[in-house]
């Protein structure tokens, strides 16, 4: 929202190229918006190790200094780009939005599995310590506020955390 010279009382949206501008108390800050929220611009990756570190290089840095350990949600983001890159096809999309709550939501375009979302629904069974694998999600349902698993009109999906 921008306080507009014509009405200095009312608070009017100024579309400027990719982003909303907002003026708050004087402050000025620039980037998409989302449901009020600041989204950070969102980056897509190809499917290999490489974009692991990568995505929880952009989410740090972009998570740092509202509210949430940048740690643990680097470490978020590394487990579910880490499912991606394991299991579904083609690039994806990191997207970080900033606001009351820090959610971060990794798009890809594989449909959603049965399996899968059974296992986003609760949190999964803890495995046997001789398993290699199979403890990101449990790690994820730990530390975030919110989990979730959503459907895109395109046949993928987009899952996500809120801290």
Do not use: Q, Y
Not at 22 to 41: E, H, K, N, Q, W
Not at 68 to 95: K, Q, R, Y
């Amino acid at each position: 929202m921008f306080k507009s010279r014509d009405s200095p009382d009312s608070l009017t949206p100024v579309r400027l190229g990719f982003c909303f501008c907002v003026s708050a108390a004087g402050d000025l800050i620039c980037g998409p918006l989302r449901d009020g929220a600041l989204v950070v611009p969102s980056l897509e990756l190809p499917a290999d190790m490489e974009s692991i570190r990568r995505a929880r290089a952009f989410v740090a840095k972009h998570s740092r200094g509202h509210g949430a350990d940048p740690g643990a949600v680097a470490l978020m983001t590394s487990e579910l780009v880490t499912n991606v890159v394991h299991h579904a096809s083609g690039p994806f999309t990191i997207c970080v939005t900033v606001g009351p709550v820090i959610r971060v939501e990794v798009h890809d375009g594989s449909p959603v599995t049965l399996a899968f979302r059974t296992l986003m629904a609760a949190r999964p069974t803890p495995v046997p310590m001789t398993s290699v694998g199979g403890r990101g999600l449990g790690l994820v349902h730990d530390l975030a506020t919110r989990v979730g698993l959503d459907d895109k009109p395109d046949g993928g999906k987009v899952v996500w955390f809120e801290v």
